[in-house]
């Protein structure tokens, strides 16, 4: 009888993702290095290698030296391991200078970080930001919403007490630069109820852009209860809020119905001014909702005209947008809004 060929019942080697690599080698070093890694990573990374680390908690042996070879070869390919020098430098500085001489020689020489949200708060959801500055000082809150995201500072706009958003938002696009103590009493409220230790954080200025952009991601119902209350306060700035909240360009995201009644709206020598200063591809995106006489009699007009001035051509694209705003207003096009305008 012939012998039959042993069975071959060895698994196949398991193929891990670039985190799950990165997983392993975190459950290979000490607590202390991981540690120190961890705090280098934004809060989403520091999710998915969590995640990770739970699901490579089986990993066997062999695995884990294909993971380290594959370490020590991409460690090869590099030409530099690129770090924050700034922990170093401050540790030498405070050894050689002593506490107090070496934060006055760092002040001088260190370089201006980016000021963006403040990293505690990224941290944290909508909620827990809205909970963390419901009962603080209104410009407290304008502060730290204004250094979020604008989605995710729209939602804790919209979280907040009703009567207390305009003033806010106006609050946010008044911000100018932050003074010491403002700095001080915002790191001393994250301490007070986070329970953690006060650093040292960049904090932007906000502003009407800022403002602006947490009113586009608001939902619409949001805007159009905000807004006029916010005029009260301030015209002026909730003008000014208006006008970058929407320029020009958005009016390309309008569907081929909604813009084709607003040009209808839209006399042709505004048309024609307004369309100079936009590229070949909006200019096109324009005239295909007219008829082609229509859009060809546009075109002739415009090569007709010569140079203009950009003054003038933003006057006239700051009209047509507020022939937008009115249509809009009134129901006869229907432009962006939140998620859930709808039911």
């Not at 813009?259 to 590229?279: C, E, H, P």
Request: net charge negative.
């Amino acid at each position: 009888m012939a012998e039959t060929a042993p069975a071959n019942d060895a698994p196949a080697p398991r193929e891990y993702s670039g985190v799950e690599r990165a997983a392993v080698l975190m459950m290979l070093v000490g607590d202390e290095e991981a540690a120190a890694i961890l705090q280098k990573l934004e809060p989403d990374e520091v999710r998915q290698l969590g995640k990770a680390m739970f699901a490579v908690a089986d990993v066997s042996e062999e695995e884990v030296e294909s993971v380290l070879d594959d370490f020590v070869e991409k460690a090869r390919e590099r030409t530099a391991i690129g770090f924050d020098p700034r922990p170093r430098i401050e540790g030498m500085m405070t050894k050689a200078l002593g506490a107090e001489k070496a934060e006055s020689v760092l002040a001088r020489i260190t370089p201006v970080q980016d000021a963006g949200a403040i990293e505690l708060l990224a941290w944290l959801d909508a909620g827990d930001i809205a909970a963390l500055i419901e009962k603080e000082h209104p410009q407290i809150a304008a502060v730290l919403i204004a250094n979020l995201d604008p989605a995710i500072g729209a939602q804790v706009l919209e979280l907040l007490p009703d009567g207390a958003q305009p003033d806010i938002l106006h609050r946010i696009a008044k911000l100018g630069p932050i003074t010491h103590e403002a700095i001080e009493t915002l790191k001393t409220v994250l301490a007070k109820r986070i329970g953690l230790g006060s650093q040292a954080t960049a904090v932007a200025f906000g502003g009407t852009r800022e403002a602006a952009k947490i009113m586009q991601s608001s939902r619409k119902t949001t805007e159009q209860r905000v807004m006029p209350k916010l005029a009260k306060i301030d015209r002026e700035v909730a003008r000014a809020i208006e006008e970058a909240m929407f320029v020009f360009d958005n009016l390309l995201d309008l569907d081929d119905k909604n813009l084709g009644t607003l040009i209808r709206n839209i006399d042709g020598d505004l048309l024609v001014r307004a369309l100079k200063g936009v590229d070949e591809a909006a200019r096109n995106r324009f005239l295909g909702c007219m008829s082609a006489r229509a859009a060809d009699g546009i075109r002739d007009e415009m090569e007709s005209r010569g140079p203009m001035r950009l003054s003038e051509v933003h006057e006239a694209q700051k009209a047509i947008i507020q022939i937008a705003r009115t249509l809009a207003k009134d129901g006869t096009i229907m432009m962006g809004g939140g998620d859930d305008d709808y039911v």
